[in-house]
């Protein structure tokens, strides 16, 4: 039947398996039960007929058999050796085979530092369920790439000396898309876990000025904005701004909290705190600005401190004339007058050859600032001032120097304040005159300098209105004259 058939065809091929040596096998013993085909003893103690069930027909048949031995198949156990060694070595490549036939998946690390400038030689350590996998370093270009990953949860840790380590867990690694995770590296704030105390303490630091921004006289002379007075040369200094009201502000700080000095003396003016007029450029050696002034003559301010060397005269006679021409105003094609005019003289030079000497500079000073929303000749407010300086120097010895300075500076301003609401009647006029005197004695003893100084200051202010009528106010413009 073809179950026979079958049954011989098996047999031949398990001989053909073992080998020429192993001698044709008997078939006796073999059954199908339920679809399973067993080996079963010969129920005739050895000898007789081996029944076969033929499930589909349901008839009984029976082949001759021999009774099996184990001598009847001298390869078996060989056969059964190697058999145990293929399936062992199969058993041990199952997972690589298994993971190489899974789909893979890629992850790229890229590292940066807060500006966004890529990190090289990062070291990055790929962990899976807590082991790791895979280490790389980052290229040039901060980046780092690890392919041929089985899908999973995996945690990234970086690390580089002088940078912060950072981790990021519980990446879900896919086979869809490559998984891009950036790293901003941070530096490593070292913190001391022990402080050494020495038994006996340091010398204590003391706390000096900054340094200071220095303008020697050439090159203030030869600034293309023509200044006048040291007032208008404070803004080239960086942290020196003057404001639109002409104030003077040192690193944010106004001048209520600095302080004017000239040859050591503060001339700041007493009744406003402000600096004032200053002392003609012409006559200045070097000016020096101090941001933060903790030096012990400087101990009453909290603020900058400009301080002013003048010049002192030379062992010849020395004449300078210093922008003599004024600006002309002209409109519609005709001359108005004039709109700013500062010329100066200076002059120095020895009263006494090698003993007594003189600098003397003066200037005057004259601007017109016109207001655009009012109609001409009545736009204008008008400044004008005179700024004399004179300084003596009398040597009295190779270690002993005498001088006296003496600063004179009247000034007066027309129609303050002017503007559309408050027309030319309704502002008030201001004139001060501001006097200082000073006379300073220079000792040098060794390497020492003992200076004592002695300074009068005198100012005077008065504001005073156009005329004696009321001043009225209304919400389209003040009439009437300024009261105070």
Not at 3 to 25: A, C, H, I, T, Y
Not at 443 to 454: D, F, K, M
Request: hydrophobic share 35%.
């Amino acid at each position: 039947s073809l179950k026979r058939s079958f049954l011989l065809k098996w047999n031949k091929g398990f001989n053909d398996l073992l080998g020429p040596q192993v001698e044709p096998m008997n078939l006796c013993g073999l059954r199908r039960h339920y679809q399973e085909i067993k080996i079963i003893p010969p129920s005739n103690g050895g000898t007789g007929e081996c029944p076969v069930v033929d499930a589909a027909l349901e008839t009984r048949r029976t082949l001759p058999y021999a009774p099996l031995d184990r001598e009847d198949f001298p390869g078996s156990r060989k056969f059964l050796s190697l058999s145990c060694w293929v399936v062992i070595l199969l058993a041990s490549f199952w997972p690589s085979i298994k993971a190489d036939s899974s789909p893979l998946a890629t992850v790229r690390v890229r590292t940066h530092e807060e500006a966004g400038n890529p990190v090289a030689g990062v070291l990055v350590q790929l962990n899976l369920e807590g082991s790791p996998v895979r280490s790389l370093t980052t290229s040039e270009r901060g980046e780092a790439e690890f392919a041929r990953l089985a899908p999973g949860a995996y945690e990234i840790v970086i690390s580089k000396e002088g940078f912060e380590s950072l981790k990021q867990s519980d990446i879900a690694v896919t086979v869809e898309t490559p998984i891009e995770v950036e790293f901003t590296l941070v530096p490593k704030i070292e913190v001391k876990e022990s402080i050494n105390v020495d038994e006996s303490a340091p010398t204590p630091l003391e706390q000096g000025s900054s340094p200071s921004t220095e303008l020697q006289r050439t090159q203030v002379k030869n600034l293309p904005n023509r200044p006048t007075e040291v007032a208008d040369v404070l803004p080239l200094i960086p942290g020196v701004v003057r404001t639109p009201d002409d104030e003077i502000r040192i690193s944010g700080s106004s001048e209520h909290s600095s302080a004017f000095i000239v040859n050591s003396a503060d001339v700041t003016e007493p009744a406003t705190g402000r600096f004032g007029v200053s002392v003609p450029v012409d006559s200045v050696e070097t000016i020096n600005v101090f941001k933060t002034p903790y030096l012990a003559q400087y101990g009453r301010f909290t603020a900058g401190v400009v301080s002013v060397e003048t010049r002192r005269g030379g062992d010849k006679w020395h004449f300078e004339f210093n922008d003599p021409l004024p600006e002309f105003r002209i409109r519609s094609g005709h001359l108005r007058g004039l709109r700013d005019a500062s010329p100066r003289i200076i002059f120095n030079g020895p009263l006494i050859a090698n003993r007594f000497y003189l600098s003397h500079g003066i200037e005057y000073s004259l601007h017109k600032l016109p207001v655009r929303t009012l109609s001409f000749p009545f736009n204008e407010t008008k400044q004008e001032s005179t700024n004399s300086f004179t300084q003596l120097d009398y040597i009295l010895s190779p270690t002993h120097l005498l001088t006296g300075t003496f600063h004179l500076a009247p000034r007066r301003t027309n129609y303050v304040n002017l503007e559309f609401f408050n027309p030319q009647p309704v502002t008030p006029s201001f004139r001060a005159h501001d006097y200082t005197g000073t006379i300073i004695d220079h000792l040098s003893i060794g390497s020492e300098l003992l200076e004592s100084l002695v300074a009068i200051k005198r100012y005077s202010a008065d504001v005073w209105g156009q005329g004696p009528e009321e001043m009225i106010l209304t919400p389209t413009g003040n009439r009437g004259n300024y009261f105070s």
